[in-house]
């Protein structure tokens, strides 16, 4: 921008699908960046406390001094930010808004339930792994019809629901339980191949037995919560 050198940096943590998403758009806009990794767990650096005073997790997006956070903000910013390259917000009003609620959707009865479901046990567990299975059942009409949530490409919703795509199968087998039917679901079924098979995300994917192992971590920690 304007000829100079940009700095954008991304605070993560390798397996935080929140931070994938922000790299997934900065990849899909072509911006290269360099990648902080935090420990979030043995000790947060001074960068992310001072970066995200307030809740000093990740994802943070540094760009020229400037500090974003939470990561479907940080994918508006992207996409306004740099607007030459591609759109990853539809452009229509509406398609806007309706991106936008399907992805809080996604956050709120997706992916905190379904995580919830794996770190719970008995009924809990069940009635978990249920209400997520309900809300799949939502976005599968969405979808109907198309390759991705952004049509012809990937974009602000596909980033939102991609953990689902490599990350659930995780969890279900960490938590052992089962939510995701490609026969009651098709088109999700054919969207998460297609997502994970799409040249700019799979090289970006963490080690699947990497993630088994850390969840297993945090399930054992985390499940007297839940319980």
């Known amino acids: 921008m304007g000829g100079r050198e940009e700095e954008v940096k991304i605070l993560g943590f390798w397996a935080s699908p929140f ?10 806009k072509g911006t290269h960046y360099e990648y902080a990794e935090e420990d979030l767990w043995g000790g947060k650096s001074a960068l992310l406390s001072s970066s995200n005073p307030v809740h000093k997790q990740v994802p943070v997006l540094i760009h020229n001094a400037k500090l974003v956070v939470d990561s479907l903000l940080i994918l508006e910013y ?27 959707f996604v956050d709120e009865k997706l992916m905190g339930p379904a995580f919830r479901a794996m770190c719970s046990s008995g009924e809990k567990k069940v009635m978990g792994a249920n209400s997520v299975t309900e809300s799949l059942d939502f976005l599968e009409g969405v979808l109907k019809g198309k390759k991705f949530f952004g049509v012809e490409n990937v974009g602000y919703l596909d980033f939102a629901l991609g953990w689902l795509a490599y990350m659930l199968e995780v969890w279900e ?3 052992s339980m089962k939510i995701m039917d490609a026969n009651k679901f098709p088109c999700l079924a054919n969207w998460m191949k297609s997502f994970v ?10 080690p699947r037995d990497k993630m088994v192992v850390y969840f297993e971590e945090r399930r054992k920690i985390l499940a007297s919560l839940f319980n």
Request: aromatic fraction near 10%; glycine fraction near 2%; charged fraction near 25%.
């Open 19 to 28: 931070v994938h998403r922000v790299q997934w758009a900065l990849n899909l």
């Open 78 to 104: 992207i996409d306004q930010t740099w607007v030459h390259r591609d759109q990853i917000l539809p452009t229509d009003p509406y398609e806007r808004a309706m991106a936008r609620f399907w992805a809080k």
């Open 173 to 175: 087998e960490v938590g």
């Open 197 to 206: 098979d799409h040249p700019m995300i799979k090289d970006s994917l963490p």
